[in-house]
């Protein structure tokens, strides 16, 4: 399964590959990274839209995750990708809003690994 993080926070990325070492070491997953939601596009438009699964920040520079949302779901339509948002904020309007432009799930930070990884395995 191919999966996307997008998240200005750099140091994301070593988290994400350490906490899913064996998983990728297994095959079982592949991740990309995008620092922004520009870059995730970029990504997204090179990948011909390999990426099963989308891990959005919601809150990033410029182009923020709820934007990238809606341009992902709007353009992005075949297969249509599943779209976490994750974010350090867990109030009900940004929950309600990433709902309505179609997100598939939603995350609060610090992440619960364990049970992302139960999602994100069995999704």
């Known amino acids: 399964m191919k999966i996307l993080v997008v998240d200005d926070e750099k140091d994301v990325k070593d988290l994400f590959l350490q906490r899913f070492r064996k998983e990728i070491k297994k095959g079982d997953v592949e991740f990309m990274f ?8 970029q990504t997204l438009d090179t990948m011909q839209q390999e990426a099963v699964l989308i891990l959005s920040d919601i809150n990033m520079p410029g182009m923020s995750g709820l934007e990238l949302l809606e341009k992902i779901k709007k353009n992005y339509v075949k297969p249509p990708p599943v779209v976490m948002m994750i974010t350090a904020y867990g109030d009900e309007e940004n929950f309600n809003t990433a709902k309505k432009l179609g997100a598939d799930d939603f995350l609060t930070k610090p992440v619960d690994f364990t049970l992302l990884k139960d999602k994100l395995l069995n999704t």
């Not at 995008?34 to 596009?41: K, T």
């Open 34 to 41: 995008a620092f922004s939601g520009e870059e995730a596009l």
